[in-house]
């Protein structure tokens, strides 16, 4: 199963992301994927089933997550839960780093410490209320929970190749944050690797090694992407939604559109009216 690279933004009006999330009504399944931000999961009730690097994390209620930048993760939610979530900027933790961009925190399923849940839980509430100040409120006690992170779990002691392959992950993570942007355009292996400075076939081996994947299948995924959300949203002819998309022609993009969502896109969008 290839990883996927998730791209975050901040809510418009703290610089973090915070809210529920949304596998709460249970039955929900997060494929593996990794992002530069530092992630929190903070479980009030229910539970949650979580893979890091292939290595299970149970949480019950009271315990929170903590993943890493460049982290690949899975998460599982079988039943209902309440469960608040923030992503933080990795750049917050600048001043910290203990190598170039990269700052590591504990990782355990009994992170459990009766402060930063405590802490999480107004700050959602709050945030949730809007009253007057409640963007000083949240940030004050965001800070609070940031000093927490960098003196209990921040480590500094850590592996090398846990280093290195943060390091891959993070060249990705530009990489496939360029692709995004770019997806419309001609993205040949060729002109990737040359825009960034690898070669093709190293570049192409980063890929497979560290996000299980190929460029090509990163680049149809993220086509693929965004034409569902045009066959939705718009009336577009599907032969000009594959062609605005990046596809070369719609014979193509039907029989790709067809691999990943098991039907083609005529159907598709017949069955979303």
């Known amino acids: ?161 846990v280093i290195r392959k943060h390091r891959k992950l993070d060249a990705l993570s530009l990489i496939t944050s360029y692709m995004k942007e770019n997806y419309k355009e001609e993205l040949s292996l060729e002109i990737l690797a040359r825009t960034f400075g690898y070669s093709p076939a190293y570049l192409s081996r980063m890929f497979r090694k560290y996000a299980k994947t190929n460029y090509k299948t990163c680049l149809d995924d993220i086509r693929l992407e965004h034409a569902a959300k045009d066959l939705t949203e718009t009336q577009l002819p599907i032969g000009a939604i594959a062609y605005s998309n990046g596809f070369p022609n719609n014979k193509a993009f039907s029989k790709l559109f067809k691999k990943r969502y098991g039907t083609l896109p005529s159907v598709y969008r017949r069955n979303i009216d």
Request: proline residues 6%; aromatic residues 16%.
């Open 1 to 161: 199963m290839p990883y996927s690279h998730e791209i975050i933004v901040p809510n418009d009006d703290i610089p973090f992301k915070m809210f529920i999330f949304e596998g709460k009504d249970g039955g929900y399944m997060r494929e593996k994927h990794w992002h530069r931000s530092i992630e929190i999961f903070a479980l009030f009730e229910g539970e949650l089933e979580f893979y890091v690097d292939e290595k299970r994390y149970p949480l019950t209620p009271g315990e929170f997550m903590l993943v890493n930048s460049n982290e690949v993760h899975s998460v599982s939610s079988p039943k209902p839960n309440r469960t608040v979530v923030l992503q933080i900027p990795l750049s917050t933790f600048e001043r910290y780093y203990t190598d170039e961009k990269f700052i590591y925190f504990s990782t355990s399923s009994h992170l459990q410490d009766e402060e930063p849940m405590r802490l999480i839980q107004d700050m959602y509430r709050r945030y949730e209320e809007k009253q007057c100040g409640y963007e000083l409120k949240v940030q004050s006690q965001f800070y609070l929970l940031l000093y927490i992170l960098v003196t209990k779990y921040r480590e500094t002691d850590v592996d090398e190749k």
